[in-house]
T-cell receptor, first 112, second 112 residues
Framework: DGGITQSPKYLFRKEGQNVTLSCEQN?????MYWYRQDPGQGLRLIYY???????QKGDIAEGYSVSREKKESFPLTVTSAQKNPTAFYLC???????????FGQGTRLTVV | GEDVEQSLFLSVREGDSSVINCTYT??????LYWYKQEPGAGLQLLTY?????DMKQDQRLTVLLNKKDKHLSLRIADTQTGDSAIYFC????????????FGAGTRLAVHP
C-alpha cells in the first residue's frame, strides 16, 4: 500500500542527546515536510524539502536538522540545542500541484 | 502576515449538525483545507475548497467560504460519535507545493 511511514511511534530522549525521527514515503512525491504539534496549538512547520538534496527552514527550525539524500526519505534530527523537544512530530508529503498533503501517523517524542 | 484562527472546543449532541469556524488573514491563499485528527494519529484530509469557490458539498460535509470576511466553515450534518476528533483548518500559499499554515484545531465532542 502507498503511504507515509513514520518511526518510531514513541521515542524517549535523555537531556543532551540527539535523536533522529524517520519518515519514508512510497508515493513518489517530490515534496516532504516536518511539522511539530503542541497541545492547543496548530502544526508548525520545521523544515520542508521540494526536491532531493535541497531543503528549506520552516518557522521553527532552530535545534533541528534534516537531510534529503533520497526522494523517499526525509529524516529529522532533534539536536540537544532544541530546548523544548517534547512534542508530537508529523511528517507529510505532496506532489507538485496536488491539492492534498498526506500525513504519517506521527512520532511522540518525550524528554526524560 | 499569515494567521489562521479557530475556536478550540465544540460540543454537540449526536444527530445534530456541527459547524466549525475558521478565519484566515492571507487573501492570497489558493486553497483552504479541513483536516481531521483522531487521538494519537496523523492528519486526514476531509475536504478542501479552492479560493474562487463559495461552497463545496461532499456527502455530510459542507464547506462555506466567505472571501470578503476571510471566513471558512465546515458543517457536518447528522454528527456521529465517530466524528469526535480535532479538526484543523489550513491555508496554502501560492506556489507549486503545499506549504500549509494551520489553525490550532477545534476539538469536537459528540455526546448522546
Amino acid at each position: 500500500d502507498g503511504g507515509i511511514t513514520q518511526s518510531p511511534k514513541y521515542l524517549f530522549r535523555k537531556e543532551g542527546q540527539n535523536v533522529t525521527l524517520s519518515c519514508e514515503q512510497n508515493l513518489n512525491h517530490d515534496a516532504m515536510y516536518w511539522y511539530r504539534q503542541d497541545p492547543g496549538q496548530g502544526l508548525r512547520l520545521i523544515y520542508y524539502s521540494q526536491i532531493v538534496n535541497d531543503f528549506q527552514k520552516g518557522d521553527i527550525a532552530e535545534g533541528y536538522s534534516v537531510s534529503r539524500e533520497k526522494k523517499e526519505s526525509f529524516p529529522l534530527t532533534v539536536t540537544s540545542a532544541q530546548k523544548n523537544p517534547t512534542a508530537f512530530y508529523l511528517c507529510a508529503s505532496s506532489s507538485r500541484g496536488n491539492t492534498e498533503a498526506f500525513f504519517g501517523q506521527g512520532t511522540r517524542l518525550t524528554v526524560v | 502576515g499569515e494567521d489562521v484562527e479557530q475556536s478550540l472546543f465544540l460540543s454537540v449532541r449526536e444527530g445534530d449538525s456541527s459547524v466549525i469556524n475558521c478565519t484566515y488573514t492571507d487573501s492570497s491563499s489558493t486553497y483552504l483545507y479541513w483536516y481531521k485528527q483522531e487521538p494519537g494519529a496523523g492528519l486526514q484530509l476531509l475536504t478542501y475548497i479552492f479560493s474562487n469557490m463559495d461552497m463545496k458539498q461532499d456527502q455530510r460535509l459542507t464547506v462555506l467560504l466567505n472571501k470578503k470576511d476571510k471566513h471558512l466553515s465546515l458543517r457536518i450534518a447528522d454528527t456521529q460519535t465517530g466524528d469526535s476528533a480535532i479538526y484543523f483548518c489550513a491555508e496554502s500559499m501560492k506556489g507549486g507545493y503545499n506549504k500549509l499554515i494551520f489553525g490550532a484545531g477545534t476539538r469536537l465532542a459528540v455526546h448522546p
